[in-house]
């Protein structure tokens, strides 16, 4: 098998001040933050085509955060209210996990496409292939269930999940039906399961066995999966050990999970973070199935310091040792901006990042 897509991103770009100042101000003139929204988003296509991508996203552009796709187009959710986490992010005290989403209060409901708009612009304006990103189902109960409010409406976490995962079906369907070409879930929550800390946190405040919520964890995403499957249709998961304004939440290799994701996961594709030592070794490349591609985050997207090509190029020559090169590509370890705020880069450097995965990518697989 030879892998599509051998220079990848995972999605998100920094946005421009004048985008996050529209934003902020949008409840006064949403046409106008529409404007720059389309704008910005062509030009950000055009600076992909001109990197060499054959792949393109509208950066998130239109998004609060990596999620928000889901939360604007689905009722039910308090934003002015959260669950209360905090984690050492290598720092030497704790620091609060930002809340990107609210909790939920009553019975979802989807009431407009989730990438509704998204969609309608980019078929118009993409120079090329489309990847639509989504978050996934998983991602919701761990920090939209609060005791005491959403367990009058939901039971428990895994009620909350399946009216998660039966919006997402529908959604991705759609996706699939209308000729997008790849579809990208962002998976944060499986890091959970490779950090003890994060371990202890479900068995003590969800109050669920962490080997069974994965286990459920991979059930709920791969009937997401289903819905797109599709031919000509790449089906993606992107492991994400955290990121916000630089900061990462978890740590820990692929060891304690790679065994039961990677050979249960139905996707073609995975993008993994191994940008830094949090990140393990590639030994666990070594039980993902042959038919499928692993695109290596070797690039950090928190860092405004570039990479060495020699040494990016090692680097996937030991991945290699493990799972076949044939079957690898290469991207940014995450997004530039999971929430619109963005990380601790300045736009060009984030071009320069981008330029050097293409150009890697061209050097090793050309």
Partial sequence: MSAPYRADHVGSFL??????????SDAQD????HAIEDRDIERVLAKQKELGFE??????????????DFTDAVEGFDLGDAVARSW????????????VTGIVTKKLRAVEPLTGRELSFLRKHSPGNIKMTLPSATQFPAIAFKRGITDKVYKDHSELLWDIVAIMKTELARLSAEGVKYIQIDAPRYSYFMDAKWRDWIRTEMNIAPDALLDESIRADNACFAAAKRPGVTLAMHLCRGNNRSHWYAE????????KLFATMAVDRFLLEYDDD??????P??????????VLGLISS???QLENADDITRRIEEAARFFPLENLALSPQCGFASTMEGNLLTEEEQWAKLRLVADVARRVWS
Avoid at 30 to 33: A, Q, S, V, W
Avoid at 88 to 99: D, H, L, W
Avoid at 285 to 294: I, M, Q, S, W
């Fill in 15 to 24: 946005r421009p001040p004048e985008l996050l100042e529209a934003r902020r």
């Fill in 30 to 33: 949403p046409d106008h933050l």
């Fill in 55 to 68: 792949i393109f996203t509208d950066g998130e552009f239109r998004r609060r955060n990596f999620m928000s």
């Fill in 88 to 99: 050492k992010a290598g720092q030497e005290k704790e620091a609060p996990v930002s809340s």
């Fill in 252 to 259: 820990g290799g692929y060891d304690a999970i790679a065994e």
């Fill in 278 to 283: 949090r990140s393990g070794t590639f030994e």
């Fill in 285 to 294: 490349l070594r039980l993902v199935p042959r038919d499928k591609t692993v």
């Fill in 302 to 304: 928190k860092k405004p």
